[in-house]
């Protein structure tokens, strides 16, 4: 008796906490491929939003920025990685997804596309938000104009798993057949004892790198390296 209270009790528990998935796809198609839509959601805590990468043709990353540097990383930010997605796929396919818990709603939570092949993605107005202000100055419009009058191109260095307000707990996924990833995050955080990593784009739009960003990148060069040859060996 006791028991099986208990047991009702866990099963009141699991259903009262059950999370809800907020999807958000990742690139469009046609002449709409710089999109995340929707671009702007709101999430309680513990609610995942799903980044669906279906844009097709898509080279594109979900990656952590600020309201007032909307096409710069914040230094210990998410980031999904450049996720490539080959034309010409059904649209029922399963498509990679990358899975993002809220862990602070009170947050707004800012972020673009750092693609910069073949310009870059956030000039192009490929930002989104996450529990954006609706009124007042840091409205998601707000950010989305600021971000398309960027002008320099975005670092590429790679960013984390956890980032401000939000975490994941693996990189995107399933990135087999026709899928692919660079610089997908395998650090949760910055590493510790290192200096934090943060970027700067210059006005001539060279890019400056700290020594943890730098590291960071050795560390996906080393993993782009292993999935080219991965997928060279596979479209053999
Ligand atoms: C979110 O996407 C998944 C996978 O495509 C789908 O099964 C689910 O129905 C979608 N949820 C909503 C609310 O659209
Ligand atoms: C996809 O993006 C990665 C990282 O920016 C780049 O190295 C790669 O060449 C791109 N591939 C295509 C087909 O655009
Ligand atoms: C959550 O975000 C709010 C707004 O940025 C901040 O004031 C608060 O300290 C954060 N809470 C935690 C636990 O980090
Ligand atoms: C994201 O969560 C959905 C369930 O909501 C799951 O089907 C999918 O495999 C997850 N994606 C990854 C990369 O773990
Ligand atoms: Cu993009």
């Keep these: 008796m006791y028991f099986a209270t208990t047991l009702t009790s866990l099963a009141l528990v699991g259903a009262a906490a059950a999370q809800n ?7 469009g198609t046609g002449n709409n491929l710089f999109i995340f839509s929707p671009s702007s959601v709101t ?7 799903q980044f669906i990468y279906a844009g097709m043709p898509g080279n594109h990353s979900v990656t952590q920025s600020s ?17 490539l997605v080959p034309a010409g796929l059904p649209t029922t396919t399963s498509f990679p997804t990358w899975n993002l818990t809220i862990t602070n709603q009170s947050q707004p939570i800012w972020f673009f596309c750092k693609q910069t092949l073949p310009g870059p993605h956030c000039s192009s107005g490929m930002v989104g938000s996450i529990n954006a202000p609706t009124s007042g100055t840091n409205t998601f419009a707000n950010f989305q ?9 975005p670092p ?26 660079f610089g997908l995050p395998t650090l949760t955080t ?3 004892g290192a200096a934090t990593g943060t970027s700067s784009t210059s006005a001539a739009g060279s890019t400056t790198t700290s020594s943890a960003a730098a590291l960071n990148m050795k560390a996906s060069t080393g993993l782009t390296v292993i999935l080219a040859a991965v997928f060279g060996v596979a479209f053999a």
Excluded: M, R
């Design 43 to 49: 999430a309680n805590n513990g609610d995942v939003v």
């Design 145 to 153: 104009a600021a971000a398309e009058k960027f002008q320099g191109i």
């Design 190 to 192: 910055p590493a510790s």
């Design 67 to 83: 309201f007032a540097n909307p096409c710069n990383p914040l230094s210990d930010g998410f980031d999904s990685g450049n996720i």
């Design 156 to 181: 590429q260095n790679v960013g984390f798993l956890v980032g401000e307000g939000a975490s994941a707990s693996a990189a995107p996924g399933p990135l087999t057949g026709s899928f692919s990833g």
């Design 21 to 27: 998935v907020i999807n958000v796809t990742v690139g």
